[in-house]
C-alpha cells in the first residue's frame, strides 16, 4: 500500500518553462512535508518542506502548494534550468515518527 | 564539518555470501536511519537508531537483515546468505535531533549488487 503517491513518472521541460510535479496522500496523521532532490549516485538532498498549517510555501525559485483538504500537494519549479535535472522525491512524515515515507519520484529534464 | 560517508561505495557479492555496509553519521547526530532504494524507485525505510539503541526496525525485510550502532556512532548494516532481491543501494541518514523534528542528511549510499 502506497503511502505517497506522485506524478508524473518523468517529466521533459524546456528551460525557463515551470515544472510540476504532484503528490496525494491518505494518512492524516502526516504532519510534514519535504522535497528531495537526487542526483546520479549522489543521496537524496532536502529541497524544501511544508507543515500542513500552510497553504505555500516558497523558496527562490521552488514553491510548494499544499492542499490539505485534498490531501495533496506540489512542487513548482519556476524558470527550470538544466542544472535542476535530477530526480525529485516527493515525502510524508508524522510530526513525531522519525522514518520518512517516500513518493516513487518524478525524473526531471530540462531542455538546455 | 563533513556529511554523512557510507561505505564501501560499491559491493558485488555472490549469492549466499554475508555483507556489511558501514555508515559514518554526522559528528554528535543523534539519530540514524537506514533507507533501501532499489533502482528506479524512492528509498524505502528499515531501521531507526537514537543513539546506541534500535527504537525502530519494522521495514528490515527479514532475518536476514541486521543492524547495530554500539557506541552511537558508527552503524553497520549486515545482509546474511544475500539473495538477488537484496540488489539496491542501501542509505544512511543521519539527524541531531532524537524527537525527529529535524532534517535527516542522507550519505552517498552504497550500490549492493547481489549475483
Given at each position: 500500500q502506497q503511502q505517497v503517491k506522485q506524478s508524473?513518472?518523468?517529466?521533459?521541460?524546456?528551460?525557463?518553462?515551470?515544472?510540476?510535479i504532484n503528490c496525494a496522500y491518505e494518512n492524516t496523521a502526516f504532519d510534514y512535508f519535504p522535497w528531495y532532490?537526487?542526483?546520479?549516485?549522489?543521496?537524496p538532498?532536502?529541497?524544501?518542506a511544508i507543515?500542513p498549517?500552510?497553504?505555500?510555501?516558497?523558496?527562490?525559485?521552488?514553491?510548494?502548494?499544499f492542499?490539505?483538504?485534498?490531501k495533496q500537494f506540489s512542487l513548482?519549479?519556476?524558470?527550470?534550468?538544466?542544472?535542476?535535472?535530477?530526480?525529485y522525491f516527493c515525502a510524508a512524515r508524522m510530526?513525531?515518527d522519525?522514518k520518512i515515507i517516500f513518493g516513487k519520484g518524478t525524473?526531471?529534464?530540462?531542455?538546455? | 564539518?563533513?556529511?554523512?560517508?557510507?561505505?564501501?561505495?560499491?559491493?558485488?557479492?555472490?549469492?549466499?555470501?554475508?555483507?556489511?555496509?558501514?555508515?559514518?553519521?554526522?559528528?554528535?547526530?543523534?539519530?540514524?536511519?537506514?533507507?533501501?532504494?532499489?533502482?528506479?524507485q524512492g528509498p524505502e525505510f528499515?531501521?531507526?537508531?537514537?543513539?546506541?539503541?534500535?527504537?525502530?526496525?519494522?521495514?528490515?525485510?527479514?532475518?536476514?537483515?541486521?543492524?547495530?550502532?554500539?557506541?552511537?556512532?558508527?552503524?553497520?548494516?549486515?545482509?546474511?546468505?544475500?539473495?538477488?532481491?537484496?540488489?539496491?543501494?542501501?542509505?544512511?541518514?543521519?539527524?541531531?535531533?532524537?524527537?525527529?523534528?529535524?532534517?535527516?542528511?542522507?550519505?552517498?549510499?552504497?550500490?549492493?549488487?547481489?549475483?
Amino acid at each position: 500500500q502506497q503511502q505517497v503517491k506522485q506524478s508524473p513518472q518523468s517529466l521533459i521541460v524546456q528551460k525557463g518553462g515551470i515544472s510540476i510535479i504532484n503528490c496525494a496522500y491518505e494518512n492524516t496523521a502526516f504532519d510534514y512535508f519535504p522535497w528531495y532532490q537526487q542526483f546520479p549516485g549522489k543521496g537524496p538532498a532536502l529541497l524544501i518542506a511544508i507543515r500542513p498549517d500552510v497553504s505555500e510555501k516558497k523558496e527562490g525559485r521552488f514553491t510548494i502548494s499544499f492542499n490539505k483538504s485534498a490531501k495533496q500537494f506540489s512542487l513548482h519549479i519556476m524558470d527550470s534550468q538544466p542544472g535542476d535535472s535530477a530526480t525529485y522525491f516527493c515525502a510524508a512524515r508524522m510530526n513525531r515518527d522519525d522514518k520518512i515515507i517516500f513518493g516513487k519520484g518524478t525524473r526531471l529534464h530540462i531542455l538546455p | 564539518g563533513a556529511g554523512v560517508s557510507q561505505s564501501p561505495r560499491y559491493k558485488v557479492a555472490k549469492r549466499g555470501q554475508d555483507v556489511a555496509l558501514r555508515c559514518d553519521p554526522i559528528s554528535g547526530h543523534v539519530s540514524l536511519f537506514w533507507y533501501q532504494q532499489a533502482l528506479g524507485q524512492g528509498p524505502e525505510f528499515l531501521t531507526y537508531f537514537q543513539n546506541e539503541a534500535q527504537l525502530d526496525k519494522s521495514g528490515l525485510p527479514s532475518d536476514r537483515f541486521f543492524a547495530e550502532r554500539p557506541e552511537g556512532s558508527v552503524s553497520t548494516l549486515k545482509i546474511q546468505r544475500t539473495q538477488q532481491e537484496d540488489s539496491a543501494v542501501y542509505l544512511c541518514a543521519s539527524s541531531s535531533s532524537g524527537t525527529g523534528a529535524n532534517e535527516q542528511f542522507f550519505g552517498p549510499g552504497t550500490r549492493l549488487t547481489v549475483l
